[in-house]
Every structure is written in C-alpha cells, then in structure tokens.
C-alpha cells in the first residue's frame, strides 16, 4: 500500500511538471513581444519586397524564419522566401527547398493551403512530364480537399487547369473547370 502510494506521488509530479513545461513552452511561443519583433521584421520584409528590394526582403524573412520559428508569421515570410526563389529569381531548388520546409514544419497553418500551389508549380517548373503533371495536379486538387474555405483554392484551381491546358488535355481542362465551378 505505502509502494502504490509513492507511485502515485511521482506520477502527480510527473503530471504536474509536464503541465508546467508545456505551459511553459506556449507562453514562449505566445509572448507579445516577441510575437511584436516577428510581425515588425515580417512587415519589413514585405515593405522591401514591395520596393522591389529583394536582398533585403530576404533578410528580413529569412531572420523571421530563424529567429522566431513559432510566432505567427513565420510560416507567410517562409512561403514568401519560396515564392521569390520560384517568381523572381528562378532558383527551382531554393523554391524547392523552403516549399519542402513550408510543408513539414507549418503545413496547416494559414499558408499551407499556397504551400501546395506553390509545390505543384514548382514541379512543373522542373519538367513537363506526363508523371510530374499528375503530381502537380495531385497538389492543387489537394487544396480544397484539405483547406476548402482556404484562399489557395482559386489559385489551385487556375494552376490544375493551366497545368492541363499546358499538356494539350484541353478536354480535360474544360471538364474540371465546368465540374469545380459547380
């Protein structure tokens, strides 16, 4: 009896820690201001880009994605740094590469849903194949599958069309346009 009695103490305490360090860790994740810095080197890195300041965009997102990996914003200055590599500067690897991270470490947040537009384009970027189309396709009909109220889905509507316009699936094109419009 007095055995069954420690073990409950240290299982109370192990309970009560674990609450404690997750408590711990979210108010870390929810400090105002920290969340403030991100969002202002966010707005910053937007500021540039409009400006057509690309370096110092950059900076600035790639600092949020850094330094503040669980504010708020981390996951829009992400897809931001892979929207320039695809859009601006043509690096179908870099695009690659922070799409590949946009996916792994914040595929349900608010830019998720543009993460999978921007993975379907940038394989067809990379090749015209009738096995890379299927793929690119896949990951825009994923769009309003998973996130239907998403403000991805007309662009991953326009992206799987244009990827079947561009493969001369004409027929099909007009099928799913006339099927997703219903």
Known sequence: MNDMRKTRIRLGAIGVGLVLAAGA?????????????????????????????????????????????QSRVADAALLRIAEYQLDVAGDIAAAQTAVDLLQKKYGNSDSGPM????AGRVVLAKSRAAADVESAIASYDRVPRLFPGSDAVPASMFYAGEALRLTHRDTEFAVKTILDAM
């Not at 969002?39 to 850094?66: C, H, I």
């Not at 993460?115 to 921007?118: A, D, E, K, Q, Y």
């Open 115 to 118: 993460g999978l537009v921007l």
């Open 25 to 69: 860790t979210l108010a870390g994740a929810q400090d105002p201001a920290t969340e403030g810095a991100a969002r202002r080197r966010y707005e910053s890195g937007l500021t540039f880009l409009t400006e057509k300041k690309y370096s110092e965009a950059l900076k600035d997102f790639q600092a949020v994605v850094d330094s503040y990996q």
